[in-house]
């Protein structure tokens, strides 16, 4: 009968694998073993054997996962965010269509921002397209006008984020 066919009889397979790991790891680390058939006996026979190599490919791995976790969660902030600026802004625009009046009374208090970016060689609507933060001075006198038909938006979006950023937390 065969070294290997007696392991099998004795031991699961899973601990003899173990141990052939174990042995050949060693053996790739530069350990000088002599009797290398003696030495793979006794690995075998150890119940509980914990290779350091392998233990180290596992920590790398999982730190690998979290890393891949953590990206993935920050993106998704990321994307929450967008989102939720898509949402607004269709709203803006569902505003403006049904009344020109708020697009007027926006764009004058965003052209009388100290924080615009207003071209005068642009007409209002070129400098609201071309012009981020006079975009963003336009919507955010938008939002400030019409409080209500944000809040809940903001509140849903803000619930997701932070749900995603407890997630993040507990990496």
């Given at each position: 009968?065969?070294t290997?066919s007696?392991?099998l009889e004795k031991y699961p397979?899973?601990?003899i694998r173990?141990?052939i790991?174990y ?5 790739k ?6 009797n290398?058939?003696?030495y793979?006996q ?8 914990i ?5 180290e ?8 996962e979290?890393?891949?976790t ?9 994307e929450l965010k967008?989102e939720?600026?898509?949402k607004?802004?269709e709203?803006i625009?569902?505003?403006f269509a049904?009344?020109?009046s708020?697009?007027e009374?926006a ?7 100290k924080?615009?970016s ?8 070129e400098n609201?397209?071309k012009?981020?933060?006079?975009r ?8 400030v006008?019409f409080?209500?038909d944000?809040k809940?938006?903001?509140e849903?979006?803000d619930r997701?984020?932070e749900?995603?950023?407890?997630k993040?937390?507990?990496?």
């Amino acid at each position: 009968m065969s070294t290997v066919s007696s392991w099998l009889e004795k031991y699961p397979e899973q601990q003899i694998r173990k141990a052939i790991n174990y042995t050949l790891n060693q053996l790739k680390t530069g350990k000088e073993i002599p009797n290398v058939g003696g030495y793979l006996q006794t690995m075998v026979k150890e119940e509980n054997l914990i290779d350091p190599t392998e233990e180290e490919k596992k920590k790398r791995k999982a730190k690998e996962e979290k890393e891949k976790t953590r990206e993935n969660l920050e993106l998704e902030i990321e994307e929450l965010k967008k989102e939720l600026y898509n949402k607004e802004v269709e709203i803006i625009q569902n505003l403006f269509a049904s009344d020109a009046s708020i697009k007027e009374v926006a764009f004058k208090a965003a052209k009388e921002s100290k924080y615009k970016s207003y071209d005068t060689a642009l007409s209002d609507d070129e400098n609201y397209d071309k012009r981020v933060s006079f975009r963003a001075s336009v919507n955010n006198k938008v939002k400030v006008l019409f409080p209500n038909d944000f809040k809940k938006l903001q509140e849903k979006y803000d619930r997701k984020i932070e749900s995603v950023k407890l997630k993040l937390s507990k990496i």
